[in-house]
């Protein structure tokens, strides 16, 4: 049996499961930002 680990990346490039960019979602939050700084 294969017993490497497989990690997955998933972002939403095209905006079709959140209505913001992910990095809105807590990560901006974080640095104490609001998006238009951020972006």
Request: charged share 30%; aromatic share 16%; hydrophobic share 45%.
């Amino acid at each position: 049996m294969d017993m490497r680990r497989r990690i997955a990346i998933i972002y939403d490039f095209d905006l079709t499961l959140i209505p913001k960019n992910i990095q809105e979602y807590g990560f901006i939050d974080s640095l104490n930002m609001s998006p238009d700084e951020f972006w």
